[in-house]
């Protein structure tokens, strides 16, 4: 059994991967979207850009797939992607019902200005963690995905 002390909150959390994952996941969030802030990013964006960036052009259903990610919550960051102008649509030469997404020269002068504070948060928080523990946590998530994910 696990207690769990929080605010005075006594919580047997019976090793509840959930509640773990997740409240991980929004400091990590919080400590990227921090600094990327200064670029005027959320961190969900950043990981389209980036995904797009090296994909050169893709799909939403791709994009769900590499990011793991529902056709909602996708739209959501995609929107001001497209509203800024740094996403850009276009028909597939072999369908013309499919769009491709690509960046525009915009985007890519985006993700090329965020991606040095994207490589110093890295930095930061393989720092705090130490090399070992970091690429344990990669590795961890890695495997959650595999036997998780379809």
Same mark, same amino acid.
């Given at each position: 059994?696990?207690?769990?002390?929080?605010?005075?909150?006594?919580?047997?959390?019976?090793?509840?991967?959930?509640?773990?994952?997740?409240?991980?996941?929004?400091?990590?969030?919080?400590?990227?979207?921090?600094?990327?802030?200064?670029?005027?990013?959320?961190?969900?964006?950043?990981?389209?850009?980036?995904?797009?960036?090296?994909?050169?052009?893709?799909? $939403? =259903?791709?994009?769900? *797939? +590499?990011?793991? #990610?529902?056709?909602?919550?996708?739209?959501?960051?995609?929107?001001?992607?497209?509203?800024?102008?740094?996403?850009?649509?276009?028909?597939?030469?072999?369908?013309?019902?499919?769009?491709?997404?690509?960046?525009?020269?915009?985007?890519?002068?985006?993700?090329?200005?965020?991606?040095?504070?994207?490589?110093?948060?890295?930095?930061?928080?393989?720092?705090?963690?130490? $090399? =070992?523990?970091?690429? *344990? +946590?990669?590795? #961890?998530?890695?495997?959650?995905?595999?036997?998780?994910?379809?």
């Amino acid at each position: 059994m696990v207690c769990e002390y929080y605010l005075g909150v006594s919580m047997n959390t019976d090793h509840c991967f959930n509640l773990a994952m997740r409240k991980s996941s929004r400091l990590i969030t919080q400590f990227y979207e921090e600094r990327l802030k200064h670029v005027g990013l959320k961190v969900g964006q950043f990981s389209i850009l980036r995904a797009v960036y090296f994909k050169k052009e893709t799909t $939403n =259903k791709d994009l769900q *797939q +590499i990011l793991v #990610l529902d056709q909602t919550t996708l739209s959501r960051n995609l929107k001001p992607l497209f509203r800024d102008l740094y996403l850009q649509t276009s028909s597939d030469p072999n369908d013309a019902r499919l769009k491709n997404i690509s960046l525009t020269t915009k985007g890519k002068d985006l993700y090329e200005e965020a991606l040095p504070i994207w490589q110093q948060a890295q930095q930061d928080i393989v720092s705090k963690l130490g $090399n =070992k523990q970091a690429g *344990q +946590i990669q590795d #961890l998530a890695e495997k959650f995905v595999k036997v998780l994910g379809n």
